[in-house]
């Protein structure tokens, strides 16, 4: 009876970052900034990586699908959340929150697959090299990628699924930037213990083992570095190893603080702080990281210009 007396959620309010207006406005123009820079820098390597064939290895390849998913990634939270700073509201319709939460939820999936994946061609190159070449063809990478992306998508739709089963009711303001699963679970009516429970088992499968694989890979990496006779080797070991285990330790430290804890433990401030570094700030560092001690990326570069040269002379 209790529930009858409240009335159905047609739209949620998102709270955001802040309610002052010249914090808002602020906000709106470092974060907008920062999706530009993002966009640009990882489309740049989805660009160099097709037009250089000496890019058109297993380890680029990967690094083209985490760009292209990055991209995706916070294009599917970003603009929205811009829009509520520069207009100060917040209101999203139940159906366009469903949708980002799922969305953004599969992408996220999917990164923690991939990196994994990239975890494990680092190990196959390194620690087998002679057997790099048959063990990571073509197919292989597809595979890999294909696993990534379907498992990220199937895994969110058990979460979404779980959570959209419960009817909102009472309020529906969500002190949070965007539409994410823990947010929306705590304004659902009902007892929601069983899809907590379930959402913390698909999160430590999904977060834990690629994980799991990544500590392995490097682990078996840094044995194997570490009896390499030639510095230049092992230097270029570590420098690639370094950029994507900084990588894998902002995002998988901040999504773990998120979803492997249980939902009254933190407050909603500090989970949209949480949320800001893997929605904002990793996918702004990965073309950075990926790029700025890259010899082969820079190599890339160089000829782009030199084409560009080239071709501005022969018109002149």
């Known amino acids: ?145 294909s696993v990534s992306w379907s498992g990220g998508f199937l895994t969110a739709m058990i979460d979404v699924i779980s959570t959209l089963q419960h009817p909102f009711c009472g309020t529906n303001r969500i002190n949070h930037f965007f539409c994410e699963v823990p947010m929306l679970l705590k304004l659902a009516c009902g007892n929601t213990h069983f899809t907590e429970f379930a959402i913390f088992v698909v999160a430590a499968v999904i977060l834990l083992v690629p994980l799991s694989i990544i500590l392995t890979s490097y682990g078996l990496i840094l044995s194997s570095v570490l009896q390499m006779k030639s510095a230049a080797g092992r230097s270029k070991a570590f420098s690639t190893c370094a950029s994507h285990l900084l990588v894998v330790t902002l995002f998988y430290g901040t999504v773990i603080t998120m979803y492997m804890k249980p939902q009254s433990s933190t407050s909603n401030d500090f989970d949209k702080k949480m949320a800001v570094f893997y929605i904002v700030v990793t996918p702004l560092l990965n073309p950075i990281i990926y790029t700025l001690r890259n010899k082969d990326v820079h190599a890339a570069v160089a000829k782009v210009l030199r084409r560009r040269g080239s071709k501005r002379m022969v018109k002149l």
């Open 1 to 145: 009876m209790g529930a009858e007396n409240h009335t159905s959620v047609t739209e949620f309010i998102l709270l955001g970052l802040s309610s002052h207006r010249k914090t808002q406005i602020m906000l709106f123009l470092v974060i907008l900034i920062i999706y530009l820079v993002t966009v640009l820098g990882n489309l740049v390597i989805i660009l160099l990586v097709q037009v250089d064939s000496r890019l058109h290895t297993p380890m680029y390849f990967f690094l083209t699908n985490l760009s292209g998913l990055e991209i995706c990634y916070v294009t599917s939270t970003v603009p929205q959340m811009l829009a509520h700073l520069l207009t100060g509201n917040g209101t999203i319709s139940f159906t366009r929150c469903a949708a980002q939460m799922y969305i953004a939820l599969s992408l996220g999936c999917t990164e923690c697959i991939l990196l994994g994946a990239m975890a494990y061609d680092r190990y196959l190159a390194i620690c087998a090299p002679l057997l790099y070449a048959g063990a990571m063809n073509r197919g292989r990478q597809w595979q890999l990628a």
